[in-house]
């Protein structure tokens, strides 16, 4: 018997440029249903194949800025001149309807988070080794020699945050990594905290 939760999950999945959390977290998505992935907000360009709403929601500069200022945002970052952030009411909403809430954002902004929501989980997915990073950045075709050596040397600093979040995902193959998360979300339904309601009836 699958009971509603009475309060979503949120869930900061974090790791560096090119360790495949996109990939991972289609997988995971198409697997668990009662999952929302939050969209972050960017200003920085589309690349191809992405589609606004989907990836991200693209905006201009002075958009964000004037959700900064309204306090629109759980967390915002800016990396590589380009802002990133996380709409707060979106998020709200969803975890108020007892929804797992997903998100996907760098470790400047994971330690926001972790700030205005210590209930959060935190996931930091790695390469199986930095040499399997520097070959997947350099198969993604997207960037030149210059971006993925700063790719490559901001995943170093990157690492350093490790141990600030609570699990660590290798993903080696994408089923594993997806396996590795799924057991991860598991055990954080099975906290007594988590099933509050359900003991009510044993009170």
Avoid: W
Wanted: aromatic content about 8%; proline content about 3%.
């Amino acid at each position: 018997m699958q009971l509603k939760k009475e309060k979503g999950q949120l869930i900061v999945l974090s790791g560096p440029s090119g360790v495949g959390k996109s990939t991972v977290i289609a997988e995971l998505l198409s697997q668990r249903k009662n999952v929302y992935f939050s969209v972050s907000y960017t200003t920085r360009s589309p690349r191809v194949g992405e589609q606004d709403g989907v990836n991200y929601n693209f905006v201009t500069r002075a958009e964000f800025e004037r959700m900064i200022a309204a306090n629109e945002l759980l967390e915002y970052a800016e990396y590589v001149d380009n802002y990133y952030g996380t709409s707060l009411k979106a998020i709200q909403q969803r975890l108020d309807e007892g929804t797992d809430v997903l998100l996907d954002i760098e470790v400047q902004g994971a330690a926001k988070v972790r700030q205005r929501c210590p209930g959060a989980l935190f996931i930091f997915i790695i390469p199986p080794s930095f040499e399997e990073l520097s070959r997947r950045l350099h198969r993604r075709n997207t960037d030149s020699e210059d971006v993925i050596a700063g790719r490559l040397e901001k995943a170093k600093v990157e690492f350093r945050e490790i141990p600030n979040y609570d699990y660590l995902v290798i993903n080696d193959k994408v089923s594993g990594a997806v396996a590795e998360i799924e057991a991860i979300l598991t055990a954080a339904e099975c906290r007594v905290d988590s099933r509050r309601s359900i003991l009510r009836q044993f009170a």
